[in-house]
């Protein structure tokens, strides 16, 4: 072979190397594809929250406490006890007793105990039905027909003719009501055995007007028949 031909197999052998070391560069090198991904643990909402314990209800406040006022301007909340010779006698929330004279208080304060607790503002509620009786508005007989008091006992009437009668003991109340209702009985003999039967009241005739310390009382009306 000679020489020229040599050197043309050597250039043509040349070229193809270069073709190949070229096509390698330009082919990406090959990878591994990403590896599919591993399903995790079943993710599930958690369990709502229990809703508190409600809590203990307070207790109620005492409704008998109220705000008293002096005329200094001075306030406690105390609940009423007792008024006696111008002198009421009170209880604190916590119970502590105490008092104070009625001209101490409040003229609003004065007031309220004169309508509800005193002899009252002489204002006369009118008979809720026909065989109930007027009363007295206010003051502490409020809801009373007739009161007479005695040294030995005290007697109130109330709006249905009852009369409650109250034993008294060194000028204070003690012990049980005895109580007497106005109404009528009849035997009736045609059943056997023989009955007792009551008749309530079902009217007043023009039924007197309150009073402190009657000497009497007269009252007319009608009795039920059965």
């Known amino acids: 072979m000679s020489s020229r031909l040599?050197?043309?197999c050597a250039v043509i052998a040349l070229g193809f190397m270069l073709v190949s070391l070229r096509a390698q560069e330009a082919t990406p090198a090959a990878t591994n594809p990403p590896a599919a991904a591993q399903p995790g643990p079943a993710v599930t909402n958690p369990p709502p929250a229990k809703p508190?314990?409600?809590k203990p209800a307070a207790a109620p406040a005492n409704p008998k406490l109220r705000t008293w006022k002096s005329v200094n301007g001075s306030e406690i909340a105390a609940e009423y006890v007792d008024m006696a010779d111008g002198v009421?006698?009170?209880k604190n929330k916590d119970g502590a007793p105490m008092q104070i004279r009625v001209g101490n208080l409040s003229p609003a304060d004065q007031k309220w105990l004169s309508a509800n607790y005193g002899e009252g503002t002489g204002a006369i509620a009118p008979p809720a039905r026909s065989n109930s009786l007027p009363t007295f508005a206010d003051g502490k007989w409020k809801g009373s027909h007739a009161v007479y008091l005695h040294p030995n006992f005290d007697a109130v009437m109330a709006a249905n003719g009852s009369i409650a009668v109250y034993p008294k003991a060194?000028?204070?109340r003690t012990g049980k009501a005895l109580s007497f209702a106005l109404s009528c009985f009849y035997v009736n003999t045609d059943m056997n055995p023989a009955r007792q039967i009551g008749r309530p009241v079902i009217q007043f005739f023009t039924p007197p007007q309150p009073r402190k310390q009657p000497d009497e009382i007269l009252l007319k009306g009608l009795l039920d028949d059965d």
Do not use: E
């Open 52 to 54: 508190p314990a409600p």
């Open 170 to 172: 060194d000028g204070k």
């Open 6 to 8: 040599r050197g043309t």
């Open 88 to 90: 009421v006698k009170l």
